[in-house]
């Protein structure tokens, strides 16, 4: 007979089929429940003392924070770097240029040409290497990778397009577009 190495898994779900969601809060070296409710979701769970439960963690992103990130391309747009684009076709631009949340692919050269409308030089069989910018959608992206992919696009506005003003100047002005934006 071979022993368990890890304790069964029972499935834990609601009449939809899918797992409830339980807020929780994070303390020294533990998560408790995040409100009553959240603690009345568990207790209709039936769990058993020491019971282990395997639980997949999302964390929310901030409520605002695509908001905040569309602030930033629209102040790109307004100061005429990206003025022929909206504000998310900018912020996508910006990550293609900046690498920041962005999968890298390879993409052959005639493909790239005829896509962009441009002529291919060289070899149209070659593998262009190009950044493909990942999905801003609160599903797609944590909290913390959206605040540091906030930051990272930030920084990278500041090194290559206004070099004399710094990364967190413009975080606050964005965040300033962002309070005036409906």
Known sequence: MSEITHPPVVKLSDQSGSAPAVGLRVIKGALVPASENDQ???RTLDLALNQTVFATIDFAQKPGSLKRIHALGQLLVDQGIFSHLDSHQAIKVLQSMSGAGCEVVSVQA??????????????????VTVFQPWSLSPSSLTGPQFERLFSQLCRYVALEIWPDIEPEEIERWADLIHRDCP
Do not use: F, S, V, Y
């Open 110 to 127: 005639g493909t790239l040409a005829d896509l962009t409308g441009q002529p291919c030089i060289g070899n149209p069989e070659r593998l």
């Open 40 to 42: 009345r979701q568990l």
